[in-house]
């Protein structure tokens, strides 16, 4: 009975074991850095997924463009003999076959695979391009996260002051040293710094969200508190030459331009296919009188009534709509690329300002304010005005460190990298 009941006990410590495996709340992935974020997001983003569908879509029409030339051979088999013999020696049946080879004799098929290799290279530059828009939009994710929870910090460090302050009104209310006003002002001191703990957790959560969304990890941990909320600085000056060159070499610009050649190269092929396969024809059989028949022949298609036009219009108005685009995101990109080279060497102004003169100054100010006040020097609106002063220019401050995240991802867009 003892084995028994050994063994009875270890088979329930499994299951216990086992069951509460799967009731444990799945661990949440590590933070990851700024470049472990991009690796996941070229990786697991939904736009690259769809550019690499369509780029082994591509793949398998080159498969079928780089078949032979010569088509698939058909054979026509006819069986007949007269209904009477009217004087004939009797009656014979006369079989025949017609054995058909359609060779494209137009180069057609070198047309075909051209048009396959140029739609390859469009799908591969949508690739490429498919990469820098999922980089681009992680940047912005992964600054507007990192943005979202340092307001998260101040609301509550804010709130916390707050109700410190509260705490201290409400004992001079009841020792009857201050009115019901200063202590209602305190009281909704806390309610506002409540909201705005609640509206930057709201921030917080859609950009968890959005984050998780493009690098595959739907529920990571929050930003630790020693993360860098600055975006990177820019490698190089980002004068109007290199903004030039980058235009060039954009992969938006890139793709659209493959766009175009391909359908410049489609054109050509139904060009091309206007000149249908010849078919070189075999004939072989019985006549009837009896005797053996051999020949052979050609049949000849011509090109009257169908010619590819319908192909022909569709690719003609695709390479007029790409060469159109094209020339349009060209000065878009240019347009976007200084503009936000721009707004970045605002925001590097403003905050060195900021952080240099404008929030200690600030500070200061909310220091003395509450000295005043507690010696009875100042009234609570000019300490409070000043302690919101120091609020907003924080608040103000992060504004400018998310609108330069946004900059610095149109940047990423434009480039594929980190500029």
């Known amino acids: 009975m003892k084995p028994d009941l050994r063994v009875s006990r270890r088979i329930?410590?499994?299951?216990?074991?086992?069951?509460?495996?799967?009731?444990?709340?799945?661990?949440?992935?590590?933070?990851?850095?700024?470049?472990?974020?991009?690796?996941?997001?070229?990786?697991?983003?939904?736009?690259?997924?769809?550019?690499?569908?369509?780029?082994?879509?591509?793949?398998?029409?080159?498969?079928?463009?780089?078949?032979?030339?010569?088509?698939?051979?058909?054979?026509?088999?006819?069986?007949?003999?007269p209904f009477s013999n009217h004087g004939t020696a009797g009656y014979q049946v006369q079989a025949l076959t017609f054995t058909y080879f359609p060779i494209d004799i137009a180069g057609q098929r070198g047309k075909r695979v051209e048009e396959a290799e140029r739609l390859i290279d469009w799908r591969k530059l949508g690739l490429v391009d498919a990469r820098a828009i999922a980089t681009g939009e992680v940047v912005a994710a992964y600054g507007e996260l990192v943005v979202s929870s340092s307001r998260v910090t101040e609301a509550s460090t804010g709130e916390t002051t707050a109700r410190d302050e509260a705490k201290y009104f409400e004992g001079r209310f009841e020792a009857k040293d201050t009115t019901l006003y200063e202590k209602s002002i305190a009281e909704a001191e806390v309610a506002r710094w409540v909201q705005s703990r609640a509206e930057a957790e709201l921030r917080v959560a859609n950009a968890r969200a959005r984050f998780g969304q493009l690098t595959g990890v739907p529920d990571t941990d929050k930003p630790p508190p020693n993360v860098d909320i600055l975006p990177p600085s820019l490698r190089t000056s980002w004068d109007d030459v290199h903004v030039a060159r980058v235009v060039d070499k954009a992969p938006l610009v890139s793709r659209l331009a493959a766009e175009k050649s391909y359908w410049e190269a489609s054109i050509e092929r139904h060009e091309r296919e206007k000149i249908p396969p010849v078919s070189f024809e075999i004939l072989a059989g019985r006549g009837s009188q009896g005797e053996a028949r051999f020949g052979g022949g050609a049949v000849i298609t011509l090109p009257v009534t169908r010619k590819f036009q319908g192909e022909i219009a569709r690719a003609e108005a695709g390479r007029t709509n790409a060469g159109r685009r094209l020339e349009l995101y060209r000065g878009v990109v240019n347009a976007r690329l200084r503009a936000a080279r721009d707004a970045i060497q605002s925001v590097s102004k403003a905050l060195e300002e900021l952080d240099k003169n404008g929030i200690p100054a600030l500070e200061r100010a909310v220091a003395a304010s509450v000295e005043g006040f507690r010696a009875g020097k100042i009234d609570l609106q000019r300490a409070m005005l000043a302690r919101r002063d120091l609020a907003i220019a924080r608040a103000r401050r992060l504004d400018l460190l998310e609108a330069s995240w946004r900059a610095y991802a149109d940047l990423v867009i434009f480039t594929g990298d980190l500029p």
Request: hydrophobic share 50%; aromatic share 2%.
């Open 12 to 81: 329930a410590s499994c299951l216990v074991a086992g069951a509460l495996t799967l009731l444990a709340p799945a661990a949440r992935a590590e933070f990851p850095t700024l470049d472990v974020a991009i690796q996941r997001a070229r990786a697991h983003a939904v736009v690259v997924a769809d550019a690499e569908g369509e780029l082994g879509a591509a793949r398998g029409q080159l498969a079928g463009a780089r078949v032979s030339a010569l088509g698939n051979p058909y054979t026509d088999i006819q069986i007949d003999r």
